[in-house]
């Protein structure tokens, strides 16, 4: 038999086979009909690898059952439609305690939290200022010396006290986000549950004559024809990652639900239609043939100061954002010390040559017409060395998510910035974690800026903020949700008229 006439299989199985008298006995054998129809023999072309049962006595260590399998209750040749069905925890099975958890990583967050966060109970004394009216550390009035956190609540599984007593004494204040805890508590055991997550299977372009709805994550989930989400969590942990382009787009977009009778100022207005000229493009009747050819506007450039979560997200993720403007491509600039953290596999950072005076990474083949750069340098450096002049209001627009411009711990950070941004002309989207959040970055930017700032969009719950919740390690009683508002401000202009003389 000819050895380009056996497939690989046999070709592999009749080279294994003794080198005796026997040989050929054995050969034919497993070549005939006979031995293929044995039950206990896997086939030889058989594309499917069924389990063989197991020995007696060599169940428990050949083929353990863990603890949280999802073959439980099913036979294993029946086919998983369900992407709960292969999890390690099942959706009925997401509540654990975090010290107990069966996930090491949650187990190890636990660790964190019992020994960074301190117990909020009015009689100790406080460790800080407080942050906000809603502070825990606001109501701390007592002499007791301040704990840890040690007890877990039994409802929620998160520690939130150093002790029963203190958690029972207390347990009013507790019970206002003890159901928003729980809820994390879930979410996080599912992202850790194995499971597989449709929610995170992205659609590809569509035709333009396909509006977009921006009214609401359902409406445009929708109409860009996202996969169904029809279960509360994977909404929640879905939006969690598309919060970031669409909160953009929504801002930019000519179907944008602010307008000027929803939060958009009159000079907000100005500003966002000189972008959307040039994010709509007319039609140029452009084409592959040489006679289709037409000149390219230059890129949109967005630049995202202080990047920090958003530089991480997987690029599938950014790459939303040029389907909803499929016309024009896009430069993504993340500008920030923090903007290569989770990013692990990227280092060591590219060196500084002349040709790349700072160390950017550049990630130019992601299709769909963007391109992103990642610099983890501050951006008054990168101003002062004019090294994305010019600006124009046109192409390019900045993005700050969360800044904390006026927290008290990175105001500073931002003050030789301020200025800078202001000199642009160009339009900023800010972004908060809560109302408070927002308000405090509004009073120290008038406050910085003395008066020369112009607001483009009024301060206020955004459309598209993460729908899942997230929890402060250092302090359990803060929570918040991923831009959970959003503004826009930029530098005052001041319009001149020509004189004429006196009349």
């Known amino acids: 038999m000819a050895s380009n006439s056996i497939c690989s299989r046999c070709l592999r199985l009749a080279s294994q086979l003794p080198r005796n008298g026997n040989a050929g006995r054995e050969s034919r054998r497993a070549f005939t009909t006979t031995a293929k129809q044995q039950p206990s023999r896997r086939r030889i072309h058989q594309s499917s690898n069924p389990r063989a049962p197991a020995v007696e006595g060599q169940r428990q260590q050949d083929s353990p059952v863990p603890p949280f399998s999802a073959t439980r209750g099913r036979t294993v040749d029946q086919p998983a439609t369900n992407p709960y069905d292969r999890a390690l925890l099942q959706r009925h099975n997401l509540f654990h305690p975090f010290t ?24 100790h ?41 203190h958690f029972a004494s ?66 929640r942990q879905a939006t969690r990652l598309l919060t970031y382009p669409m909160t953009v787009g929504s801002v930019l977009h000519e179907l944008s639900p602010y307008s000027l009778k929803q939060r958009l100022t009159p000079e907000g207005l100005r500003s966002l239609s000189a972008l959307r000229y040039s994010l709509h493009p007319p039609r140029t009747g452009a084409s592959t043939t040489m006679s289709g050819i037409r ?31 499929p016309r024009v491509s896009f430069h993504l600039i993340f500008i920030g010390p923090e903007s290569m953290a989770n990013r692990d596999d990227e280092f060591p950072l590219p060196s500084r040559t002349p040709q790349n005076p700072y160390g950017a990474i550049v990630e130019d083949r992601l299709g769909g017409g963007m391109k992103v750069s990642t610099y983890v340098e501050y951006f008054h450096t990168l101003f002062e060395a004019q090294h994305f002049a010019p600006f124009d209001p046109y192409f390019d627009a900045f993005l700050l998510f969360h800044p904390g411009l006026g927290h008290p711990a990175s105001s ?28 405090r970055d509004i009073e120290w930017v008038k406050k910085e800026a003395g008066g020369e700032m112009d607001v483009l969009m009024e301060p206020g719950e955004n459309r598209f903020r993460s729908l899942r919740w997230d929890l402060n390690d250092l302090d359990p009683g803060d929570v918040s949700c991923g831009n959970w508002g959003v503004w826009g401000f930029r530098g005052k202009r001041y319009e001149a008229d020509e004189y004429r003389g006196a009349e």
């Not at 009216?133 to 998160?158: F, L, N, S, W």
């Not at 230059?298 to 993720?317: H, K, N, Q, T």
């Not at 941004?421 to 308000?439: A, E, N, R, V």
Request: charged share 20%.
């Open 170 to 235: 207390d347990y009013e204040s507790h019970l206002q986000i003890c159901d928003t805890l729980r809820q994390i508590n879930e979410d996080d055991h599912d992202l850790v549950s194995g499971r597989f997550f449709p929610e995170f299977q992205y659609p590809s372009s569509q035709i333009e004559e396909a509006q977009v709805n921006m009214t609401n994550w359902d409406t445009l989930l929708y109409s860009r024809e996202f996969n169904a989400i029809n279960d509360e969590r994977s909404m």
């Open 412 to 439: 500073h950070e931002w003050a030789p910035t301020l200025p800078q941004l202001l000199s642009t002309k160009i339009p900023i989207l800010c972004t908060g974690y809560t109302d408070f959040d927002m308000q």
């Open 295 to 325: 000149p390219n506007p230059p890129p949109i450039r967005l630049f995202i100061l202080g990047a920090r979560a958003e530089s991480s997200l997987p690029r599938e993720v950014w790459i939303q954002l040029s389907h909803l403007f």
């Open 125 to 165: 004394q406080p460790t800080r200022n407080p942050q906000s009216p809603h502070d825990a550390e606001g109501r701390k009035t007592g002499q007791m010396p301040p704990a840890h956190v040690r007890y877990e609540c039994p409802d929620c599984g998160i520690p939130v006290s150093c002790s029963e007593e």
């Open 100 to 123: 107990n958890s069966p996930s090491p990583q949650i187990r190890k967050r636990a660790a964190i939290i019992r020994q960074n966060a301190y117990c909020p109970h009015p009689s």
